[in-house]
């Protein structure tokens, strides 16, 4: 049973590049979430994907944008990067109306550093 | 307010100790809770969920206050494999934050030989 996968693991940008984020969901699962966890924080929620169309967003500014693609996988952008944007990035999956919907599986994330 | 609010300790045992962590949530319309497991530089894992008055499951028992609105944990017989950040996470079920998980900070545990 395959698990939820993130790629890359880790990047390194400079500041105003953008960067791209890839997630696939653990297999049979339809939505996805996104989160940055900077160092030393909980995660915090970034927005969800479920039918490719972002159903929730947390307070993340525009320059934050997502994708669903029919296969449930999804890519997190970012534009125009901060050095505040250094974080771990969490891709989690789960499957919308099942019991246990709320209950989410994180992938490993990706590293990014912004320099 | 932060929506979630941990204990971020650090808390350092002895193996074979009990070790509680707490938690508050702001959110009265909550409706699910849990706790979840992060190892250094991995991803959280869950640890287990939190139902009405709570659950056991072997060593580890959750129990929720929602009159407080409050949340614990407690490891019995602590483990050096018990070493980890323990995140307590809710999310409110009901409208707009369908599926949305808040976390807390995160309390760090280490458990010594």
């Known amino acids: 049973d395959a698990g939820v996968t993130q790629s890359p693991t880790h990047l390194i940008k400079t500041r105003g590049q953008q960067v791209t984020l890839r997630c696939s969901p653990k297999?049979?699962?339809?939505?996805v979430s996104w989160y940055q966890q900077a160092l030393g924080q909980g995660p915090q929620f970034i927005f969800q994907y479920y039918e490719e169309e972002e159903r929730q967003r947390g307070n993340f500014p525009d320059r934050f944008s997502g994708h669903q693609f029919p296969n449930y996988s999804s890519e997190l952008n970012v534009n125009a990067l901060l050095l505040g944007d250094s974080a771990l990035y969490l891709c989690?999956?789960?499957?919308?109306?099942?019991?246990?919907?709320?209950?989410?599986?994180f992938g490993p994330g990706t590293r990014l550093t912004v320099l | 307010r932060k929506e979630v609010e941990q204990d971020p300790g650090p808390f350092n045992v002895p193996e074979g100790a009990t070790v509680a962590f707490n938690c508050t949530y702001s959110n009265s319309a909550s409706q699910s809770f849990f706790w979840y497991r992060q190892d250094c530089r991995k991803e959280p894992k869950l640890l287990m969920s939190?139902?009405?008055s709570g659950n056991e499951d072997g060593r580890f028992t959750a129990q929720l206050n929602r009159a407080s609105q409050y949340i614990s944990l407690l490891i019995r017989d602590s483990k050096l494999s018990d070493s980890a950040t323990y995140l307590c996470v809710v999310n409110a079920d009901r409208g707009s934050t369908l599926g949305r998980l808040y976390f807390g900070r995160g309390t760090q545990l280490t458990v010594w030989p």
């Open positions: 939190v139902y009405s």
């Open positions: 297999s049979g699962h339809d939505t």
């Open positions: 989690a999956s789960s499957l919308r109306g099942h019991v246990s919907y709320n209950e989410q599986f």
